[in-house]
Nanobody, 119 residues
């Protein structure tokens, strides 16, 4: 079983920076990618960013590509989402996800960390 624990959410002002983290534990051997998703109030969950352990491929949603940076630890299974120049539209619960395949829907999910951006 894989457990994902997010941390680092909070209240920030528009234009500020914030970093959220996700640490994976349990049966993580062979994990191939981790990602971040978010669910804004009243909206569906949406993809934010992902990173692969093989070749370090990073993907971003268009809405964050020029502001957010996903990264990972070189050892272990921890990923970070550096959020720069945040906007009120970035207000959401941010979820960490992980999988053991190169593509397809993520299977393992964290409980989420809340990020609120005030204007």
């Amino acid at each position: 079983q894989v457990k994902l624990l997010e941390s680092g959410g909070g209240l920030v002002q528009a234009g500020d920076s914030l970093r959220v983290s996700c640490a994976a534990s349990g049966s993580t051997n062979g994990m191939t990618r981790m990602g971040w998703f978010r669910r804004a109030p009243g909206k569906d969950r949406e993809f934010v960013a992902s990173i692969s352990w093989i070749r370090d491929i990073k993907r971003y949603a268009d809405s964050v590509a020029d502001r957010f940076i996903i990264s990972r630890e070189s050892a272990g299974y921890t990923t970070y989402l550096q959020m720069n120049r945040v906007k009120p539209d970035d207000t959401a619960v941010y979820f960490c996800a992980a999988d053991f395949r190169a593509s397809g829907n993520f299977v393992h999910w964290g409980q989420g960390t809340e990020v609120t951006v005030s204007s």
